[in-house]
């Protein structure tokens, strides 16, 4: 997973969490038994995301493995499918 797309999906959840865009939305499925709060969801997997990014940078030499960061984009395309996504021109 290259840093890029991990960036521009993390932008994209925070762009549409400032505007608003998962406030009211049904709940999400988290595991088997689990659901939450599309927006909380939104929260808890910019936060992880983030977390990914410091690790790197505070730990060169044991990055974080390339199937955290994938799994983490993977989160994020299928939170952003829960809204219309249009690009800002």
Known sequence: MEWLEF???SDQ??????RG?????PEVTVDAVHMMDAELVVRITLADMAHVRDWDVAHP?????DS????L??????LL???EF????
């Not at 865009?21 to 939305?25: P, S």
């Not at 984009?73 to 299928?78: I, M, P, S, T, V």
Request: charged residues 35%; hydrophobic residues 35%; aromatic residues 2%.
């Open 81 to 83: 499918e829960l809204v």
């Open 61 to 65: 030499l044991t990055p974080m493995p």
């Open 86 to 89: 249009v690009p800002s021109q």
């Open 7 to 9: 960036d521009r999906v």
């Open 21 to 25: 865009a998962f406030r009211g939305l």
């Open 73 to 78: 984009a993977e989160d994020g395309h299928r």
């Open 68 to 71: 955290r960061r994938r799994e």
């Open 13 to 18: 959840l925070h762009r549409l969490l400032h």
